[in-house]
T-cell receptor, first 110, second 115 residues
Framework: QKEVEQNSGPLSVPEGAIASLNCTYSDRGSQSFFWYRQYSGKSPELIMFIYSNGDKEDGRFTAQLNKASQYVSLLIRDSQPSDSATYLCAVNRIWGKSTFGDGTTLTVKP | DTAVSQTPKYLVTQMGNDKSIKCEQNLGHDTMYWYKQDSKKFLKIMFSYNNKELIINETVPNRFSPKSPDKAHLNLHINSLELGDSAVYFC??????????????FGPGTRLLVL
């Protein structure tokens, strides 16, 4: 079992729809959870981090964390073509080590 | 101003050669990292340093040797390059830890191609 698993893509949604990206992790001791976005040929950039159960909202993005289910998700409301990218889930258990999922590629169609 | 910079951006070399990649961050962060991203886009940590001290060393061949002369720099030297070393290598940095402080800032990447 992989330490961090993301829903297999690619994921395609129409412009204006809600995109839902999911991530599960195996280590119950994980403390911090991150969503990064990576455009093709570019480096990853942080979208959001979350470390408490529940929802965290930032603009069109909402991160949801459920530690009991070992599940973290990212919702993108009103999806735009510029949201088309690969989204990487990262999980930290110990300082200095982030474990990344394989990524989910999102395409938002105009 | 570039927060995390890497040189070179592209590196094409022959099998068996030795090469180095340099990384510098001007964010004042305490922790720096090297990641390898393969052709399937899987991002895997190789090393992390905190204040020039190695804290994470994943199962990386000892042909890879990181070096941190100061907390703003983390270089990666690779000996006897192999075809399988072809990948994009990302440097990153983060601040020492408070909740969420582990947010990592990535450099632009170095695209290594071993022929």
């Amino acid at each position: 079992q992989k330490e961090v698993e993301q829903n297999s893509g690619p994921l395609s949604v129409p412009e204006g729809a809600i995109a839902s990206l999911n991530c599960t992790y195996s280590d119950r001791g994980s403390q911090s959870f991150f969503w990064y976005r990576q455009y093709s040929g570019k480096s990853p950039e942080l979208i959001m981090f979350i470390y408490s159960n529940g929802d965290k909202e930032d603009g069109r993005f909402t991160a949801q964390l459920n530690k009991a289910s070992q599940y973290v998700s990212l919702l993108i409301r009103d999806s735009q073509p510029s949201d088309s990218a690969t989204y990487l889930c990262a999980v930290n258990r110990i300082w200095g080590k982030s474990t990344f999922g394989d990524g989910t590629t999102l395409t938002v169609k105009p | 101003d570039t927060a995390v910079s890497q040189t070179p951006k592209y590196l094409v070399t022959q099998m068996g050669n030795d090469k180095s990649i340099k990384c510098e961050q001007n964010l004042g962060h305490d922790t720096m990292y090297w990641y390898k991203q393969d052709s399937k886009k899987f991002l895997k940590i190789m090393f992390s340093y905190n204040n020039k001290e190695l804290i994470i060393n994943e199962t990386v061949p000892n042909r890879f040797s990181p070096k941190s002369p100061d907390k703003a720099h983390l270089n990666l030297h690779i000996n006897s390059l192999e075809l399988g070393d072809s990948a994009v290598y990302f440097c990153a940095s983060s601040q020492e830890l408070t909740r969420g402080g582990e947010t990592q800032y990535f450099g632009p990447g170095t695209r290594l191609l071993v022929l």
